[in-house]
């Protein structure tokens, strides 16, 4: 940034112009970038009610002040725009080399608006963009994708691309970079957004690199910390997220058999990472700008499921694809993982919505005849890879869970919304909330619905420390005090790693407040201290927040399923606990500076400098409270989802 604005590429599908804005420097110090940024443009951009397919949603891709710098594992990019799963603010965010790449053309975010009339992809080739036919590519799936755009433009470009799923508009359709790779934008449906466009990929290839203030400075800022960085992050170098199957299981914060069942042992040891190490695993690969290098290849060479050597499944695929559906077969979870690669499906919520519909297959209330043939019993992982393929199709069965979990549910009905594993419409991550009171707090508030990573709350239970935070120990993870601050702080803090961009890994490794602080100082030449730093992530989750509240989110919709709050685990270490929420979420919106029904007030605006976004705040506060106040959110459609989507 270096003293200069910030520059967006500006494109209307509808009419074909393209146009560069600049974003002034007070804004980017108040917003950042990334997520921050995003959420900012979305909440002055779009009003209540609009459609996530409608031309006036905006589609952003959006780089952070330190992105393709110096700084470690600083490659990865956001997508935002209002999500047609949830019907509110929508965010995923990706590694790999994409978001390099887009920042070296010298613009450092994409918002697409309006809708193309005809299958497009956008080449971006330092300042010079073309939006190029896509109707050849239209149909074919993320690899093939990937592939030929890199023939059609540069063999070096970076690539985002939607598969058949983004073009059918299943809502659980994700935006992938990096080939076989797959490093993949997945949550949110925003891929369902893309195919709405006729935007098939963004392909971008820059010879430049971001203006760094004291690049000298930075380099050896970086240096300097390397050996501990490197010795901290052993692990997950070595290991990436696989190894948590295994731990999660013990620690009983795993997702088995749709999250009704307490222990899974022998299932965790035949998917974890040393059962990839012995039979599938292959090699390391790492997004660029990042010395730890958790990513790993995999090939399945024997048997139904061989195949091509790809990126592998990490922990949250593992754990929804396999014991979430008590799927222990590794080749038939990698199988699983590459279709939703290749047809472009967060996984997730397919694990989830799957596990759903097995459950509702195991009690009586679907059967064949409503599957088309297909045997939902627990385990069955042939009928999981045929059902995957006809939700990414919108086919058969598959259209009932293409739209997701509470639309399936809705279909189903017979009481099956209480077998619904959500938060505001988006499925559960493999992060069990009766294993950490924490983690139950942070997913009945986080912007996006059920995330662990917009408060990251668990590492922090488990091995993370933060003495800048107050954090000076691993808190106790049963504890019921102190979760409303703890949370609050964390998803600040997040959002700071979402806006600058850079990995939340990187937390592993040492990263604290203090190195961000000097990193954006050292690359921006701004003078921020910790505390105006952490006031940015507190503005900029608040910006989400007041998203949300324009679209009817209140205090009902924070909240957790029947099943968490009401079944607590019978063995294991987590075994009785229940996340104390109602105790938390009072503690929370006090610390927020938040309403009773969980909007921020005008104080805490005025505090935040956000005293523009006062009157959308005033007409979110004067809309009529849901009629599910007080209800469990199951029960009831959530607010703005759904809107003429199905």
């Not at 990334?34 to 959420?39: D, I, R, T």
């Not at 974890?272 to 790993?296: A, H, L, N, Q, Y």
């Amino acid at each position: 940034m270096n003293g200069i604005p910030l520059t967006l590429l500006r494109i209307n599908l509808t009419t074909g112009e393209t146009r560069s804005q600049e974003i002034g420097e007070e804004t980017a110090k108040k917003y950042m970038g990334g997520s921050g940024l995003g959420a900012k443009i979305l909440l002055e951009e779009l009003g209540s009610g609009v459609d996530p397919f409608g031309d006036e949603n905006r589609l952003l891709f959006m780089t952070g002040p330190l992105t393709a710098t110096a700084v470690p594992s600083s490659s990865r990019f956001t997508v935002a725009g209002k999500s047609p799963l949830t019907g509110i603010w929508g965010e995923a965010n990706a590694g790999g080399n994409w978001g390099r790449q887009l920042r070296n053309t010298g613009y450092d975010g994409i918002v697409v608006e309006g809708r193309s009339n005809k299958p497009v992809y956008l080449w971006i080739h330092d300042r010079e963009v073309v939006i190029r036919d896509a109707a050849h590519l239209w149909g074919t799936d993320i690899f093939e994708t990937h592939d030929q755009i890199q023939r059609e433009t540069h063999p070096d470009a970076g690539v985002v691309c939607i598969g058949k799923a983004g073009e059918n508009r299943v809502l659980m359709a994700s935006i992938v970079s990096d080939g076989r790779h797959a490093r993949a934008a997945a949550r949110c449906g925003l891929g369902a957004v893309a195919g709405s466009k006729g935007l098939k990929a963004i392909a971008v290839r820059g010879e430049g690199g971001p203006l760094v203030r004291e690049a000298g400075k930075l380099s050896a800022s970086v240096k300097a910390m390397m050996p501990t960085f490197l010795e901290q992050a052993k692990r997950m170098s070595q290991t990436g997220t696989p190894w948590l199957v295994v731990n999660q299981e013990r620690l009983g914060s795993y997702p088995i058999k749709n999250w009704s069942q307490d222990r899974w042992q022998e299932g965790a040891l035949k998917t974890g990472w040393e059962e990839m190490e012995k039979t599938i695993f292959t090699r390391r690969f790492r997004c660029g700008g990042c010395p730890v290098g958790c990513g790993r290849t995999v090939q399945v060479r024997e048997g139904p499921y061989r195949g091509r050597e790809q990126g592998g499944p990490e922990y949250e695929t593992l754990a929804m694809l396999g014991s979430n559906c008590l799927i222990d077969d590794l080749p038939a979870i990698q199988k699983a993982h590459e279709l939703c690669n290749t047809y472009g499906m967060d996984t997730i919520e397919v694990g989830g919505v799957i596990a759903f519909a097995m459950e509702c297959y195991d009690r009586g209330l679907i059967t064949k005849k409503d599957t088309g043939g297909l045997d939902l019993t627990w385990g069955n992982a042939r009928s999981v890879i045929a059902l995957i393929k006809l939700i990414a199709e919108r086919d058969g069965f598959g259209k009932v869970l293409a739209g997701g979990l509470l639309p399936a549910a809705a279909e189903i009905g017979q009481g099956s919304e209480k077998y619904v594993i959500h938060t505001k419409g988006l499925g559960f991550p493999a992060h069990d909330p009766r294993g950490y009171n924490s983690v139950g707090l942070a997913f009945a508030t986080s912007n996006r619905g059920a995330c662990h990573l917009q408060g990251y709350t668990n590492v922090f239970e488990r091995t993370v420390t933060m003495p800048e935070l107050g954090i000076h120990e691993i808190p106790d993870r049963f504890s019921k005090e102190g979760k409303g601050e703890l949370v609050a702080r964390l998803q600040d803090l997040m959002c700071l790693f979402d806006s600058a961009a850079i990995c939340k890994f990187t937390l592993f490794g040492g990263v604290r407040v203090s190195h961000l602080v000097e990193w954006l100082n050292l690359v921006t030449g701004w003078d921020m201290n910790a505390e105006t730093l952490m006031k940015t992530g507190e503005r900029i989750f608040n910006a989400k927040r007041l998203f949300n509240t324009r679209e009817g989110i209140r205090r009902a919709d924070d909240a957790l399923p029947e099943r968490i709050l009401t079944a607590p685990k019978k063995e294991g270490p987590a075994k009785g606990n229940i996340p104390p929420l109602e105790k938390m979420l009072q503690e929370y919106y006090r610390f927020r500076g938040w309403d009773r029904d969980g909007v921020p007030t005008k104080e805490k605006l005025e505090d935040l400098g956000m005293d523009s976004l006062n009157k959308r705040l005033i007409r979110a506060s004067e809309t009529p409270a849901p009629d599910s106040v007080g209800k469990n959110p199951s029960d009831v459609p959530r607010m703005g989802r759904g809107r003429g989507l199905l």
